[in-house]
Protein backbone atom coordinates (compact mmCIF):
# COMPACT_ATOMS: atom_id res chain seq x y z
CA UNK A 1 0.00 0.00 0.00
CA UNK A 2 1.02 3.45 -0.85
CA UNK A 3 2.17 5.86 1.73
CA UNK A 4 0.33 9.17 1.41
CA UNK A 5 1.49 11.18 4.33
CA UNK A 6 -0.49 14.23 5.21
CA UNK A 7 -3.04 16.15 3.38
CA UNK A 8 -1.06 19.01 1.43
CA UNK A 9 -3.85 21.35 1.70
CA UNK A 10 -5.11 20.74 5.67
CA UNK A 11 -2.34 18.75 6.82
CA UNK A 12 -5.25 16.28 7.90
CA UNK A 13 -4.68 12.12 7.26
CA UNK A 14 -4.77 10.41 3.95
CA UNK A 15 -6.26 7.19 3.82
CA UNK A 16 -6.19 4.39 0.51
CA UNK A 17 -9.61 4.33 -0.96
CA UNK A 18 -11.45 3.71 -4.17
CA UNK A 19 -12.90 6.53 -5.28
CA UNK A 20 -14.93 8.04 -8.26
CA UNK A 21 -12.58 10.81 -9.96
CA UNK A 22 -13.43 13.36 -12.50
CA UNK A 23 -11.02 14.19 -14.72
CA UNK A 24 -10.85 16.55 -17.85
CA UNK A 25 -8.75 16.08 -20.85
CA UNK A 26 -8.79 18.10 -23.96
CA UNK A 27 -12.49 19.89 -22.86
CA UNK A 28 -14.00 16.41 -22.32
CA UNK A 29 -15.19 14.88 -19.31
CA UNK A 30 -13.83 11.60 -18.33
CA UNK A 31 -15.38 9.45 -15.11
CA UNK A 32 -13.35 6.59 -13.54
CA UNK A 33 -14.37 4.74 -11.30
CA UNK A 34 -12.37 2.64 -8.81
CA UNK A 35 -9.61 4.15 -8.50
CA UNK A 36 -7.38 4.19 -5.95
CA UNK A 37 -6.26 7.32 -4.16
CA UNK A 38 -5.57 9.27 -1.06
CA UNK A 39 -8.22 10.39 0.41
CA UNK A 40 -8.03 13.03 3.24
CA UNK A 41 -10.01 12.42 6.56
CA UNK A 42 -10.44 15.74 6.99
CA UNK A 43 -11.35 17.97 3.74
CA UNK A 44 -11.68 15.13 1.51
CA UNK A 45 -8.84 16.06 -1.12
CA UNK A 46 -7.91 13.08 -3.25
CA UNK A 47 -4.74 12.58 -4.08
CA UNK A 48 -2.81 10.22 -6.66
CA UNK A 49 -0.15 8.78 -6.91
CA UNK A 50 2.20 9.22 -10.23
CA UNK A 51 1.33 5.52 -11.31
CA UNK A 52 -2.18 6.11 -11.05
CA UNK A 53 -2.37 9.61 -12.84
CA UNK A 54 -0.45 8.10 -15.40
CA UNK A 55 -2.23 4.86 -16.16
CA UNK A 56 -5.81 7.45 -16.04
CA UNK A 57 -4.00 9.58 -19.19
CA UNK A 58 -2.74 6.57 -20.83
CA UNK A 59 -6.28 5.05 -20.94
CA UNK A 60 -7.84 8.42 -22.02
CA UNK A 61 -5.60 8.50 -25.18
CA UNK A 62 -5.96 4.98 -25.85
CA UNK A 63 -9.28 3.69 -24.77
CA UNK A 64 -11.23 2.24 -27.83
CA UNK A 65 -14.55 1.06 -25.89
CA UNK A 66 -15.72 2.56 -22.50
CA UNK A 67 -17.37 0.95 -19.76
CA UNK A 68 -20.43 3.25 -20.41
CA UNK A 69 -20.80 6.55 -21.39
CA UNK A 70 -23.36 8.91 -19.47
CA UNK A 71 -24.84 12.83 -20.24
CA UNK A 72 -23.84 15.32 -17.98
CA UNK A 73 -26.15 18.37 -17.79
CA UNK A 74 -24.39 21.49 -17.95
CA UNK A 75 -25.90 24.89 -16.62
CA UNK A 76 -24.71 28.44 -16.99
CA UNK A 77 -25.18 30.92 -14.56
CA UNK A 78 -25.94 34.25 -15.67
CA UNK A 79 -22.65 36.65 -15.21
CA UNK A 80 -24.97 39.32 -13.34
CA UNK A 81 -25.63 37.09 -10.13
CA UNK A 82 -24.40 38.33 -6.95
CA UNK A 83 -21.75 36.12 -4.98
ZN1 LIG B 1 -6.99 17.80 3.65
Redesign the pocket.
Known amino acids: MHEYGD?S????EVKENKVELDYRYKGKLFIFQNVPAGV?Q????KNLTAKVAKEIEHRIQTNEKWDKTISVPVDVLPGEMAV
Open positions: CFCGGCQCGE
